[in-house]
């Protein structure tokens, strides 16, 4: 669109200020701000800003009625029995041999509360072989292939912000994709949202630069309902797994996982692992009861009821509702497609968060002392009211969950380190190894969920250790 024709827009949505500096820009600056303006969706904005804002409307539905998930649809997946779990694997191995699945990595995010200006992905969380988080994943969805036959066809799907779109392709770049092949790895960029201020105005970063957030994880619908290339990807394959980028013993391509979702004819599977407590602020998967409809859902730790937050399962004398969401998703490719294709839908389910931030009026910078913008984010989660048959995967924290969250404590790279390396330990005791409680790490490449070590040789010694092929 033409300079004119967005100042004209932009003017009659109410948003004329966005371009109040234009005469005092440089040419460089302008064609920025034009086309930053280009592709945000003013009505959504205004739409959002009703609803969420003005109306205060919540997607939440506090006042619904919560049902456990069938249980008949959540498996446990250390008690399978051993000829189902091969079942299963195998029937994972040949959608990943016929390249008919796909991974979906949620990278839009920057390592801000890891004390990094970098995308999160490229965080060296401290392991041995001084991997970054991108590389770790990589490498696992390499491996598995590797384990599925002797070509690699999968793709590997990332989905970038606006912030660090440039930076996170030319990092794989630098490091050659890891290993995987580069045709295999394909970038799409999630929307950004503008904030909006308690009138309703887009806030400004700077004269020339709207102020921008990525639209959350749920953003990846409306991305891929934008990118022609990923859209072609979800058409040539059955499933698609779908993660978080910080979780460091994500395993992508599981096979097991996959065979799972297939050998039940789910439309949409999640892992999940045990509520430590009660209190543990989590959020768990359910069914919701809102009238006379009853649908899957993922309510969050402050959403639920005091009486449903302690209850307890008759039939398994666990608390019931204790499936914590770790984001690791599986769909039916189809159903993905259909999702992209409902943006209008999607939208109504929204949610938004109220923050301060400093913004420039004119040429002033203003730093308000309270909350003073909102901002709007989508949830990935908020598919689940959509699917008719949803299975869930239990699984253990110290084998699957390792998020990377915080700088210290809780979540954070030591604590994902030191469960890396009680996996390590655990893998090598198996084999026969013992290394005591030494901090030692199996490469990605050596072994995808700990088969394969016999016969492996460990340098003696104290210090940390890499174990590769």
Known sequence: MESSSLHTCYSEAGQGHVFEAWASLSPEERAALLQEAGQIDLAQIDQLYRDL?????????SDACLEPIERDLVVDREALPEAEKAELRAMGLQLIRDGRVAVVVLAGGQGTRLGSDRPKGEFDIGLPSGKSIF????????????????????????????????????????????????????????????????????????????????????????AVNRNPEVKAVLESIDYVQVIGVDNVLNRLLDPLYFGFTAKNQLQAAMKSVVKRDAREPVGVVVKKRVGSSLKYDIVEYSEIGEADVTAIDEATGELKFNLGNILVFVLKADKLLE?????????????????????????????????????????????????ERLGVMRVKREEEFAPVKNAEGVDSPQSARELVFAQSRRWLAKAGIDVGDRPVEVDVLLSYEGEGLEGVTVEPGKGPLHVIA
């Open 53 to 61: 804002a003005v109306g205060h409307a919540d997607s939440g539905q």
């Open 339 to 387: 999702l992209a294709n409902k943006t209008e839908t999607l939208n109504t389910l929204y949610h938004v968060a109220f923050k301060r931030n400093s913004y420039w009026e004119g040429t002033q910078q203003v730093k308000p002392a309270a909350p003073n913008s909102y901002k709007f984010e989508l949830f990935l989660h908020n598919f689940l009211p959509f699917c």
């Open 135 to 222: 590389q770790i994943l990589t490498e696992r969805f390499v491996k598995a292939q590797r384990l599925a036959g002797p070509s690699e066809r999968c793709k590997m799907l990332v989905m970038t912000s606006g912030i660090n779109h440039e930076q996170t392709k030319e990092f794989f770049e630098e490091h050659k994709y890891f290993g995987a092949l580069a045709e295999n790895v394909v970038f799409f960029q999630q929307a950004m949202l503008p904030l909006i201020s308690k009138e309703g105005k887009i806030l400004m970063e700077s004269p020339s630069k709207m102020m921008l957030g990525p639209n959350g994880n749920g953003a990846l619908f409306d």
